[in-house]
């Protein structure tokens, strides 16, 4: 699933593309996509609509438009969205076609079809239910050691389980948990309530610091995600890797094992 870097990747590559860019034609060849329009209906609302700018929200991505409307998108498990040339082969699993007035496409793909599309006006952004229950941000400036310690002390759950939530903190995933606790090392079993608050002090800038160098390398490609011009991402993980077999620090063998219902890696010595 992309998360934060891959999705900021996304939102930067799609903003730079789309700004001031208005959509002539919109082909919906999965109508499931769409949660809360009909295909009828999302194409009239949008075509002759031009974009104005694009925001990341958690995993979320928010197409803001000029009529006041947005496009919000969650990719889910294997969702892509990309600008294309019109004359590329379409992919087998493509779900959503928007045909622009700068010669582009923009495409949705998504293998898996747990992608979700939402047309909502830029009004009710705050308080969408999807949205409204997201947690914060980890570079928002509220976001703080202090912010994030009073948050692990208020659970008992393994402090994994804790980074996965997106009530708690919006946008880490799998990967960037175990990066985040492998740099702060910190096991990812550990209860969230016993860590120290030298050990929330050094999470915290754990997380952004992995978070930023994944931004810096357009994310990871492991699968399917790639950025908005259909390439690849280069972030190389210290620790969540089947072909890591070491430590890259100590040396001591890589433990790969499922917590929490996900395939977590981590190094039985240098993570307490």
């Known amino acids: 699933m992309p998360e934060l870097p891959e999705v900021e990747t996304i939102k930067r590559g799609l903003d730079e593309g789309l700004r001031g860019v208005s959509i002539l034609e919109i082909e919906v060849l999965h109508p499931g996509v769409l949660k809360n329009q009909s295909p009828e209906a999302f194409?009239?609302?949008?075509?002759g609509d031009s974009f104005i700018k694009v925001e990341r929200r958690g995993k979320f991505l928010l197409l803001f438009l000029h009529s006041g409307?947005?496009?919000?998108?969650?990719?889910?498990?294997?969702?892509?969205?990309f600008l294309s040339d019109p004359d590329s082969p379409r992919q087998k699993h493509l779900h959503l076609l928007f045909r622009l007035d700068n010669g582009e496409d923009l495409r949705l793909v998504d293998?898996?079809?747990?992608?979700?599309?939402?047309?909502?006006?830029?009004?009710?952004?705050?308080?969408?239910?999807?949205?409204?229950?997201?947690?914060?941000?980890?570079?928002?400036?509220?976001?703080?050691?202090?912010?994030?310690?009073?948050?692990?002390?208020?659970?008992k759950r393994g402090i994994k389980q804790l980074l996965l939530d997106q009530t708690k903190i919006s946008g880490i995933g799998n990967i960037y948990a175990d990066e985040a606790l492998f740099c702060a090392k910190i096991h990812p079993s550990r209860e969230a309530n016993s860590?120290?608050?030298?050990?929330?002090?050094?999470?915290?800038?754990?997380?952004?610091?992995?978070?930023?160098?994944?931004?810096?390398?357009?994310?990871?490609?492991?699968?399917?995600?790639?950025?908005?011009?259909?390439?690849?991402?280069?972030?190389?993980?210290?620790?969540?890797?089947?072909?890591?077999?070491?430590?890259?620090?100590?040396?001591?063998?890589?433990?790969?094992?499922k917590l929490f219902g996900r395939g977590t890696f981590y190094c039985p010595k240098c993570q307490k």
């Open 43 to 47: 194409r009239l609302r949008l075509l």
């Open 69 to 81: 409307q947005v496009i919000l998108i969650h990719l889910r498990m294997t969702g892509n969205l």
């Open 111 to 155: 293998q898996r079809k747990f992608g979700e599309v939402h047309l909502i006006f830029a009004s009710q952004v705050p308080e969408y239910p999807p949205l409204k229950k997201l947690g914060v941000e980890p570079f928002d400036p509220s976001f703080s050691p202090e912010n994030l310690f009073s948050i692990l002390k208020g659970s």
């Open 195 to 257: 860590l120290s608050f030298e050990e929330a002090r050094r999470l915290f800038s754990s997380i952004r610091e992995v978070l930023n160098r994944s931004i810096q390398a357009q994310g990871r490609t492991f699968s399917n995600y790639l950025n908005a011009r259909g390439e690849p991402g280069d972030y190389q993980p210290l620790v969540h890797d089947a072909k890591k077999e070491y430590c890259p620090y100590c040396g001591t063998p890589i433990e790969h094992r």
